[in-house]
């Protein structure tokens, strides 16, 4: 009954640290996402992948870069961490048809803060 | 661009009373429209689905309303109780592609 499972929960970075947000999922959907949420805004889409080997850029990739090796595992790579990216990130899956678009599942979030 | 709003941000009732969520799209070219809730510091848990097609939705005390013409959706919440407090976010499909754009949310807070 996993889901959608981020890891960490919470993280502080210095800047220009590295990290890596880690997520996966059991649900053997197609499509997954990255989304951040800044307070009071509605949520970004940072990447997104169609499937296993595919992925482009969504509303805000600046400073991100993905990768999608299997269908489960889609983790969101921050090169040089900067104030900017001190966000809520959030991970998402969906099956996803061109004659069905259906229901996203998330994660519970990671909370970055970059110091 | 489809830009997304919901009004109110925040939204505080007595318990018992009925909620009414306001959503607005720009673009009415939609696949379809989803109403999420959110508990703070947890993730999205869907809670509708409107197709395009249709006019509204139920699942027990929650009801929503899709037009498509005017670009509005309206949640409504019947007989609200301390445990519907959270944030509700209503995010729309374009036709032509999968993306969600999300409005800001409205905070609700239902006291005891």
């Known amino acids: 009954n996993a889901g959608v499972t981020q890891t960490p929960k919470f993280r502080i970075l210095k800047i220009g640290q590295s990290m890596t947000l880690q997520c996966a999922q059991d649900m053997n959907h197609n499509y997954m996402y990255w989304y951040r949420q800044d307070p009071g805004m509605g949520l970004k889409l940072i990447y997104y992948?169609?499937?296993?080997?595919?992925?482009d850029k969504g509303e805000v990739p600046n400073g991100y870069n993905v990768s999608r090796s299997t269908t489960e595992d889609f983790p969101l790579r921050l090169e040089l961490a900067a104030p900017s990216q001190t966000s809520v990130y959030f991970c998402a899956s969906s099956y996803t048809t061109y004659l069905a678009k259906n229901i996203q599942y998330f994660g519970a979030g990671t909370r970055l803060s970059v110091l | 661009k489809q830009e997304v709003t919901q009004i109110p941000a925040a939204l505080s009732v007595p318990e018992g009373e009925n909620l009414v969520l306001n959503c607005s799209f720009t673009d009415s070219a939609i696949y379809n429209l989803q109403w999420f809730r959110q508990d703070p510091g947890k993730g999205l848990t869907s809670l509708l689905l409107i197709q395009s097609s249709q006019r509204e939705q139920t699942s027990g005390r929650l009801n929503a309303s899709l037009d498509k013409s005017s670009g509005r959706s309206t949640l409504y919440i019947a007989a609200s109780q301390p445990g519907d407090s959270a944030t509700y976010l209503c995010?729309?499909?374009?036709?032509?592609?999968?993306?969600?754009?999300f409005g800001a949310g409205t905070t609700v807070t239902v006291r005891a």
């Open positions: 995010a729309v499909t374009r036709s032509n592609d999968y993306k969600l754009s």
């Open positions: 992948s169609v499937g296993a080997g595919i992925t």
